[in-house]
């Protein structure tokens, strides 16, 4: 009966993966399922250690092509990269997605202080949360761009370096409306977007469908901008709500470079993230693996030079953890 199962579990994964190669999210529902795509390896180790037992030659084949494919989607991750350059001249940016509902504004700002970047990007930005950052924040950030609102749906720029707000349009459905600055550090001009897409959940065929069309089209208008070559050395960060094996990952991809992929080890999940230890965090009622997936990201255009990537530690006040990028002098 373990041997059926095994097959029967190998021949839905090889299938998933080859629909994955060619249609990537553009089946229906699939989006979702290519975002949660870790989560079907989860047996694979628990079968090859059932196989010590039965010894099967086809079931340690495919196996193998299990491990093979796990390899081609994560393995890059945990190849080893340069070491870290902590230069005191270097530009640091976090983004960090402070949960709007039900959010812990002063474990946030614990973060924050944390962190101590030069750049900070945040989303879910609450008029309570704005209430710490202007009472705790604001001397050592001074300019600053401050849109809050009630819910998921306000942002927020801090900064230590002087900076103006560039006018562009990014019309489309978001999570909060993204903000670009232009600043100049080290000599150079540098532009900054902060972005939080709407994340795709369950729903009725049609209305999932529209909800796809309408973030894809969002996207795209982000990138046009970023593809534009208006804008020199720029970095774009935030909440994605995709995550490397979604297509919006790699359209992005195409142009700006991923931090994380370029410099730091290891999966780099951020989210859902919980205050207690534990394996699960409850969302909604129902149990998660906590740092199931990776949404949260640092882009940046070629010409900038990546010196160090990290998460910050979860000090809880959100579902989220931080994510702090470090760049040298263009």
């Not at 340069?82 to 700002?109: C, E, I, M, P």
Request: hydrophobic share 50%; charged share 15%.
């Amino acid at each position: 009966m373990g041997e059926i199962l095994s097959r029967v579990y190998f021949i839905c994964l090889f299938l998933w993966f080859a629909i994955y190669l060619f249609f990537g999210d553009r089946l229906p529902y699939f989006v979702l399922l290519n975002a949660a795509a870790i989560v079907l390896f989860l047996p694979l180790p628990l079968i090859a250690a059932a196989n010590l037992k039965l010894r099967s030659r086809q079931l340690w084949l495919f196996s193998f092509v299990g491990l093979a494919i796990f390899a081609f989607l994560w393995g890059q991750l945990f190849l080893p990269k340069g070491s870290a350059n902590t230069s005191l001249d270097s530009l640091d940016v976090l983004t960090y997605n402070v949960r709007g509902l039900n959010g812990d504004n002063t474990l946030a700002l614990m973060t924050i202080e944390e962190a101590d970047a030069d750049l900070v990007l945040l989303q879910e930005f609450t008029p309570s949360m704005e209430a710490v950052v202007e009472a705790h924040l604001l001397d050592d950030y001074p300019y600053y761009w401050l849109e809050a609102r009630d819910g998921a749906n306000g942002m927020a720029i801090l900064s230590k370096i002087e900076f103006t707000r560039v006018k562009v349009e990014f019309p489309g459905q978001w999570n909060g409306h993204p903000q670009m600055i232009a600043l100049e550090w080290m000599g150079a001009e540098m532009h900054v977007i902060n972005v939080h897409l709407h994340a795709m959940r369950p729903a009725l065929p049609l209305d999932f469908v529209r909800a796809q069309q309408s973030n894809a089209e969002s996207l795209q208008r982000l990138l046009d901008v970023v593809r534009s070559g208006a804008f020199a050395n720029l970095i774009v960060a935030g909440d994605f709500n995709f995550t490397p094996q979604n297509d919006g990952y790699k359209q992005i991809t195409s142009t700006l470079a991923d931090a994380w992929k370029a410099g730091g080890w290891g999966f780099g999940n951020t989210f859902p993230v919980a205050e207690q230890a534990g394996l699960f965090v409850w969302r909604n009622g129902f149990p998660f693996l906590q740092r199931l997936i990776r949404i949260d990201y640092v882009f940046f255009s070629p010409g900038l030079q990546l010196t160090n990537v990290t998460l910050m530690p979860n000090r809880g006040g959100s579902d989220h953890l931080g994510l702090m990028a470090s760049f040298s002098q263009p």
